[in-house]
């Protein structure tokens, strides 16, 4: 759309930091190499004690694009992004982790597939392992479409915060994050109330999987009850603060609510039938990432007992 008119609208990059040293530069390296240069880059450190402060001078030497601020207190995960959102003058704001590494042509692309009344949109995200660039895998085989119901975002998620772009207007729908749920979940779900979730289906953006983003995660648990339970409780406290916040009114979120009812009186052992067959009436949403082929059914009816079982995928 953008690229049509040869404008290029300003994108503020907005990127937390917090003891990147490890791998910081590389991150910057890849944002500064950006082929659309009309961009203005915010950083917010959460009060690093490593040598992330002297990187981001180093960097803004570099680079007049880049401005930075180092928090007098640790503000955490959710609190530090909402601050440095709110810090953009532009009206597109993408947003990136400190660790994770850009295809050149990230912004472009995604500014080019912009629709004007949409408020946010995602591409895909591909992962390597600690520095093994070289064999970093992309995004999952899956059907990626756009997102029109909140039961594409509550169920399986293809939307990555580190992924995505969005239109500053819609942080007056959906701040203060809370600070127990996931930021880029609680603003792609604000968003798909508002308008349709454009997807690109390329893998822009490399997430770097290391030891320090990865070990305290419930997914990290082996014991698999275990981590049922604690992604259920998680799920409904989500689903639950979420509800609270922009009421039921609409046939999604009727469903939702009606969903999150039924989760909370699951033990992960019996299969809850009345929630099974609320799933199977919204199996084409809530499995929206399955491929069409023969028998699909199938497949819907054993992951719905599963869910109607744990709550979870």
């Given amino acids: 759309m953008h690229q049509s008119t040869n404008i290029q609208p300003l994108v503020a990059i907005v990127l937390c930091t917090y003891n990147g040293e490890k791998y910081l530069r590389p991150q910057l390296d890849s944002i500064l ?32 694009r880049i401005r930075y601020q180092i928090n007098a207190s640790n503000l955490g995960y959710n609190k530090n992004f909402e601050q440095a959102f709110q810090m953009a ?17 990230k912004i472009a692309i995604m500014m080019d597939y912009w629709k004007d009344d949409s408020l946010f949109i995602f591409s895909l995200s591909g992962t390597f392992t600690d520095d093994d660039f070289k064999n ?33 207007e819609l942080l007056a729908h959906c701040i203060p994050f809370p ?25 822009l953006t490399w997430h770097r999987l290391h030891a320090a983003n990865n070990s305290k995660t419930i997914l990290s648990l082996t014991d698999r009850d275990k981590r049922n339970q604690q992604l259920r409780k998680q799920f409904v406290h989500a689903l ?5 916040r922009t009421g039921v009114s609409t046939e999604d979120e009727v469903f939702l609510d009606q969903y999150n009812h039924l989760a909370q009186t699951l033990d992960g052992k019996k299969i809850s039938w009345p ?3 609320l799933i199977l009436r919204n199996r084409d949403k809530i499995f929206h990432y399955k491929k069409k082929k023969p028998l699909l059914i199938f497949s819907q009816i054993k992951h719905a007992l599963q869910l109607a079982k744990t709550g979870v995928l």
């Fill in 33 to 64: 190499s950006q082929s659309w240069q009309v961009l203005e880059i915010i950083i917010c450190d959460d009060g690093s004690t490593d040598s992330t402060p002297s990187i981001l001078q180093e960097y803004q030497q570099k680079d007049q």
């Fill in 89 to 105: 003058t532009a009206d597109y704001i993408a947003i990136s982790d400190q660790d994770d590494i850009w295809e050149s042509n």
């Fill in 136 to 168: 970093r895998k992309p995004a999952p085989d899956v059907n990626y479409t756009p997102i029109r119901h909140l039961q594409q975002l509550v169920f399986n998620s293809p939307v990555h915060g580190h992924a995505c772009i969005f239109r500053k």
């Fill in 179 to 203: 600070d127990d749920i996931y930021y880029d979940w609680w603003m792609s779900m604000h968003a798909v109330r508002l308008s349709v979730i454009p997807c690109v289906p390329q893998t």
């Fill in 240 to 244: 639950q603060v979420f509800l609270e």
């Fill in 275 to 277: 929630l099974f067959r």
